[in-house]
C-alpha cells in the first residue's frame, strides 16, 4: 500500500519561499506520476503541478515561473519549490501518486501553506 507524508508547510510572508516535501513508501517509486494539488478554502482542488518518472514537468499557469516540482528516485522523494508566493498561494497542499496504468491514485494527508504578512 503506498503511503505519502508531506511535510514543510507553514506560514511564510507574500515574495517568501517554501519547500514541500513528500515521501513515497510502499510501492516502486519509479512507476508513479507525482503530482501536487492545493484546495484553498471554500474552492475545489486544483492542480499544482505533475511529474513523470523521466522528470518531465507540467505547471498550472498560476505558479508558472514561481515554483519548481522535483522528485528524487534515491530517496522516494518528490519536492515542491515555491518561491515569490502570493497570498492566493494560501491552500493545503496535497501530495499525490498516480501509477503509470492509471489504475491506482494515492493522497497524502495535506500540509497546509499560508502566506500573509
Known amino acids: 500500500q503506498v503511503q505519502l507524508v508531506e511535510s514543510g508547510g507553514g506560514l511564510v510572508q507574500p515574495g517568501g519561499s517554501l519547500r514541500l516535501t513528500c515521501a513515497f513508501s510502499?510501492?516502486?517509486?519509479?512507476?508513479?506520476?507525482m503530482g501536487w494539488y492545493r484546495q484553498a478554502r471554500g474552492k475545489e482542488r486544483e492542480l499544482v503541478a505533475t511529474?513523470?518518472?523521466?522528470?518531465?514537468?507540467n505547471y498550472a499557469d498560476s505558479v508558472k515561473g514561481r515554483f519548481t516540482i522535483s522528485r528524487d528516485h534515491g530517496k522516494n522523494t518528490a519536492y515542491l519549490q515555491m518561491n515569490s508566493l502570493k497570498s492566493e498561494d494560501t491552500a493545503v497542499y496535497y501530495c499525490?501518486?498516480?501509477?503509470?496504468?492509471?489504475?491506482?491514485?494515492?493522497w497524502g494527508q495535506g500540509t497546509q501553506v499560508t502566506v500573509s504578512s
Open positions: 499525490n501518486a498516480l501509477h503509470i496504468s492509471r489504475t491506482q491514485d494515492y
Open positions: 510502499g510501492s516502486t517509486f519509479a512507476f508513479y506520476v
Open positions: 511529474i513523470s518518472s523521466g522528470g518531465g514537468a
